[in-house]
């Protein structure tokens, strides 16, 4: 490795500190007592007791983590069988084809597929709320755990699957004893990145989410449009801390199976 | 895997996809025939070629390609210097780890540090320049979007760059190239996708954001997102949001050839 | 057909899509108990023949006989014959005995035979006391013997063997060679083993395969197409060759090189064109005066064991030559030979002719 020089050492650090300041800086005022985010008055923890003691906002925690743990776990399941569809697709063009699909919904912006599946459940005539919702992530999750899943198979040399049938195994022995416990660590993978991105998505859920039920994100954007509120502050040293406990498991299961599948951004 | 056991893969997926990929596209090109009434007509295209939608459209796009090249000369350097420290997944997960903080705390973050007493205007009076609205501006819209899409165009930069094969420095510099020609003739060509990748990233999402233009630029600026949302959950005009999107998909689908097929998946 | 005869095939041709055939027309038959090795340059259409008798693939014409029986249709996992696969194909989050007992828990046989089973197939690949070790743990070596043992646990009656020395270094691959033969003899049952390195042929086999283009060019112990290759692919294919162009003159005297020669083939037109066939380690090397041939030291190379000796006739024929001793370039030197060495190629013979013929003459010399 070449020895990092003066200049260069600056610029990344100033990356990071720009990177890193607004976040440091939410959770700095979460512990002010004088109530705005400039004037530091005194260390209190009055944010966090109003924050745990608000039922409304742990129901909305509560409503945030259903959805994404259901639409994470059903998304998961689709995905996997697509994965499998895909992988194993005969005919190139047919294998492209799916592959052009399943990227739609990843490229496309969150405003179209807000937008596009408020019109879809309205006109199937599905009240929107939390089922709306839960269909909206579990249709947004898919190709991504598709993503995550479909290079483990590829990976996987096709003499593994000639060598259990060569040993005997039927195709159903093929799938459940040597396919699935080979990919699972991209189902995890897959699993968890559809966790995140629920966790985490608000322009859809914002579109497609009706009167009664809110998740974090959308009441998170209520609250900051009607300014500042320290409130806020705290909650979001939490999900800080949360999301890093959550990225620390996420790296301790990518660094176990050695080779990552591949670094997810979000949005 | 035989026919029956491929399709047994495939009717959930295919399913998913006819649902929630094809027939939401299909509804909105359908709705942008339909004016707030619910009849049947051209109207909506012709407005969206008034002046109005027209200077919109191109301010949004303009706005776009600011953001997009700031986060490109940011990340360039950044990605590049990345690749030459010693731990250089640790430190690009560090870079990563604010994208997994959801958007909004981060945006609500500019709400304190651009605020009239906030942070940025303590900063600037204490250089003596004085404190001014940052807030509201068009400065604070393309920085925080910066901020928040450079993650995004670091992670494929990096990667391109960390596979360029080093021996291949070791024959420009054999052959005579200085470190200028070096990069100007064998890195920076050979990490183009990188940089296709990233500004496809972080450009479609520039035209579709419509939270960031609500909390930071006030209603200074209005990007294609803002305009479909409002025209959804405001306005109530289906119609003409659906042919906005319809707009913003072209552009889309324009902008994905435009920045070429890439070998890998998107995430 | 012999009761020995274990795998048939009759007639096989094997198509993908509208590409030309892998497998042209080809038919042999394999009996218990041997070890057979289907030798040829990558594409011949070997790995297919495998693939067939595995069951991976069907034939696209003719059949297919196992124990007297059809079995074109049946698929990979109901056939009596376990593969070792060019990569191992050992399954990564399985260990070592999970690998190896994967074919019997299929079969749902009892946790206390499984177990006696899987020692006993260690103990046979010179294993034992591995069972718990990852996969990811074993060198390279180690894989490949967990690799038999998980074949060899299910007692098929034949073994596939699919290059599976081809990743291992020079030294491990010998070694290897003498254990697969040592094991096949130990378990008396039929391995058809797949390479394109004619050492490795020639070292363990019963019987080879000679292949080329989806055909069988020549099959026959290692020893007759060592010495009495049928055509100047076999020739040149296994171990290195002199071939020069010939005419045999009557039956037991050949020309080349502008002489004649006593050789032992016959069966021959008189005066028909031919190829001769000499290898380079029975050519020894004497002064001009005593030798059979006059040539003249082109180039030299020192292989270890031997001198590789580049020389050319009069004619312009290159003769290379297998010496203990040393040469000198630019000399004159003589060659001699004995008449046994002298193998006599006819033009587009094909096994079967060839066989015929070395059968006349044969019968032919013992009437004298």
Redesign the interface.
Known sequence: ??K?RKW?AI??AL??I??????L??IF?SFNSGG????FEGFTLDWYRELLTDTRLLIIVLNTVIIALLSAAIST???V??A??IA???KRRVKNT?LS????????????????????FT?IGLKLGFVSVLLAHI?FS?P?VV??V??KIEEM?T??I??????????F?V?T??IL??I?PGIFAGFF?AL?YSL?D??VT??VTGNGFTT??VE??SL??R??SLN?NA??AL??LF??I??AGY?FITKRNEK?N?????? | MRTNSRNFYLIPYVLWIALFVVTPLLLVLYYSFFDIEGHFTLENYRKFFTPVYLKMTLSSFWYAFLITLFSLLIAYPTAYLLTKTKHKQLWLLLIILPSWINLLLKAYAFLGIFGTYGAANSFLEALGIGGRQILFTDFSFIFVSVYIFLPFMILPIFNSLDELNPTLLDASNDLGGSSWVTFKRVIFPLTLDGVKAGCQIVFIPALSLFMLTRLIAGNRVITLGTAIEQHFLVTQDWGMGSTIAVFLIIAMVFIMVLTGRRKRGIL | MTDNTIIRFNSVTKKYDNDPPVLKNVSFEIERGKFYTLLGPSGCGKTTILRLIAGFTEPSEGDIYFNGRVINNVPANKRQVNTVFQDYALFPHLNVFENIAFGLKIKKMKKADIERKVKEALRFVNLEGYENREIKEMSGGQRQRVAIARAIVNEPEVILLDEPLSALDLKLRTEMQYELRELQRNLGITFIFVTHDQEEALAMSDEIFVLNNGKIEQSGTPTDIYDEPINRFVADFIGESNIVPGTMIKDYQVQFAGKLFECVDGGFEPNEDVEIVIRPEDLAITAPADGKLNVKVDSQLFRGVHYEISCYDSDGNEWLVHSTKKATVGDQIGLYFDPEAIHVMRHGETEEEFDKRLEAYEEGSYEN
Request: avoid cysteine.
């Open positions: 490795m070449k990092i260069p610029y990344l990356i990071f720009i990177l890193y300041a607004p976040i800086y939410l005022y705005t985010m400039y004037q399941i689709i995905g069988a697509g499998l569809a194993y697709a005969r799916l699909l399943n990227n739609v919904l990843i490229v496309s912006p969150d405003v179209i597929i807000g937008a596009s599946f408020l019109i879809l006109m249709a898919v991504i993503l995550m479909l290079p040399s003499s593994m000639y060598a259990a049938m060569d040993l005997g195994a039927s195709r022995d799938l004893k040597v416990p080979y699972t990145m995140t985490d608000f322009a914002f579109f974090l994100s998170i954007y900051a449009r300014g500042v806020i909650l979001s999900l800080f999301t890093i959550l990225v790296y990552p591949g670094m997810g951004v979000r949005q």
